[in-house]
């Protein structure tokens, strides 16, 4: 059974999107657009998001309108997307939409999955819920030079550090990389 891995850009101040769910800012910083090699998971066999990220991704890249750029991020990997909505879908793009909770929706993201990673995309609430059932195997920060006034904080609860490890930081371009190990209770 392969691991579950929060993977993320984040500002200096906590915060992965701006007010206005946008990651604009993270877009401007230098290698921000294009990350360096080694940055996202690459055993990562699925992709979670919520509907918030999976709807700014195609209005960003107007993946239905083009959704030859879907396959730029997800590949041909599965991604789940939490919603209570009913979401276009890219023509070609498998996207399978789950509501309810996240211990509900884990068996078949796991199942998908099979012996690789689940890369939980965003967002922070999100992949908060996978630490809220002990799911939570990795959190991996590439801090940004960039500070916001407000938006959707990286992770929304309390997290006390003996529930952290430091695994790795390093820097990486104009990025800090940090990735925790999560200790299980």
Do not use: C
Request: hydrophobic letters at 45%; zero cysteines; charged letters at 25%.
């Amino acid at each position: 059974m392969g691991r579950i891995l929060f993977d993320t850009a984040t500002t200096i101040n906590g915060f992965i999107a701006d007010e206005q769910n946008s990651l604009a800012w993270l877009f401007a910083v230098d290698g921000g657009e294009h990350p360096d090699e080694g940055l996202f998971p690459s055993g990562a066999r699925v992709l979670v998001e919520g509907s918030t990220t999976y709807e700014w991704l195609l209005e960003h890249e107007d993946i239905l309108a083009h959704p030859e750029k879907w396959r730029e991020f997800h590949e041909d990997r599965p991604a789940f997307v939490f919603t209570t909505r009913d979401l276009p879908v890219p023509e070609g793009a498998d996207v399978r939409f789950v509501s309810g909770s996240v211990a509900d929706a884990l068996p078949a993201i796991r199942e998908a999955a099979g012996d690789g990673d689940i890369w939980v995309v965003g967002g922070g609430d999100l992949a908060g819920q996978f630490l809220d059932i002990g799911a939570l195997d990795e959190i991996a920060l590439s801090v940004a030079p960039v500070a916001l006034p407000g938006g959707a904080p990286l992770l929304p609860r309390r997290i006390e550090s003996d529930r952290l490890r430091l695994k790795s930081a390093a820097a990486v371009g104009q990025f800090a990389r940090v990735v925790y190990e999560v200790q299980t209770g």
